[in-house]
């Protein structure tokens, strides 16, 4: 990994689940030498980390919000800016390669003879369950997990995701932009065989002052998460019932 950008190169950085302090050394060390940034929405706040003089440029995909950016608009800024000479960043929360779109932007700049570099970032489907004590694998509990993107429901036709056959993983589910579907997704599970007292638990806005957590066994969780919105992550299996923090 270099230790300083280049002129004309696009940097990938993962910012982690939205807490600066979450930041990789790396990650800061790039944002302090970046002359332009395109950040998403969830990313954390770089100010604190970029030079004087440094642009920002927000690119948010916020869901369902008209003022989204198209990805398609924001492979050609990357390109753009990288072009005119600049030491580009892409700050996106989580890490760019877990459902971040960031093979996208590599692909876009490698076909444009952009250079890239990636810098990996703190994931969500961990560090939120982390946050409210729940590890998403357990010695005796579970041997693994499974990271799932719930973004469409299981009944839409660009779904690729066998909902039954995860029921019998033997694994942690951990869901990511589910919350919106989880009644639909929840009930294909328990149609899978899953049982329905499964432990449970859906996190919201982790690492920041809006942090919460809602509990419940599987039959019950879409109901009990009802009023909860995105950025959620979603973690069903035995070890949503363990606590090892003193706020969960």
């Known amino acids: 990994m270099r230790s300083e950008l280049l002129p004309g190169s696009v940097t990938l950085v993962g910012g982690g689940p939205g807490d600066p302090d979450l930041l990789t050394v790396a990650a800061a060390r790039a944002l302090g030498q970046a002359d332009v940034v395109l950040i998403d929405h969830l990313a954390p706040d770089p100010t604190a980390f970029l030079r004087p003089g440094a642009r920002v440029i927000e690119v948010g995909k916020r869901p369902r919000s008209s003022d989204a950016t198209s990805q398609d608009v924001i492979n050609d ?11 580009v ?20 700049c490698a076909r444009a003879g952009v250079p890239v570099e990636v810098i990996p970032g703190v994931t969500s489907a961990v560090a939120a369950p982390a946050a409210v004590g729940i ?18 429901a299981p009944s839409d036709s660009r779904s690729t995701l066998d909902w039954r056959a995860l029921a019998h993983a033997g694994t942690t589910l951990v869901i990511l932009m589910g919350v919106k579907n989880l009644p639909e997704i929840t009930a294909e599970l328990r149609a899978g065989g899953l049982d329905a007292a499964t432990p449970a638990a859906v996190v919201t806005h982790a690492f920041s002052a809006r942090q919460d957590v809602v509990r419940a066994p599987l039959a019950e969780l879409a109901e009990a998460a009802a009023g909860m919105a995105p950025p959620s992550v979603v973690v069903i299996g035995d070890v949503a019932a363990l606590a090892f923090s003193p706020d969960a």
């Not at 800024?77 to 030491?87: I, K, P, Q």
């Not at 010695?139 to 973004?151: A, D, I, K, P």
């Open 77 to 87: 800024l990357l390109v753009e800016h990288a072009r005119a000479g600049s030491r």
């Open 89 to 108: 960043v892409r700050l996106k929360g989580g890490d760019s390669f877990v459902f971040g779109r960031g093979g996208e932007e590599w692909l876009a």
């Open 135 to 152: 590890p998403v694998t357990h010695r005796s509990l579970t041997q693994g997990f499974t990271v799932v993107s719930g973004h469409v």
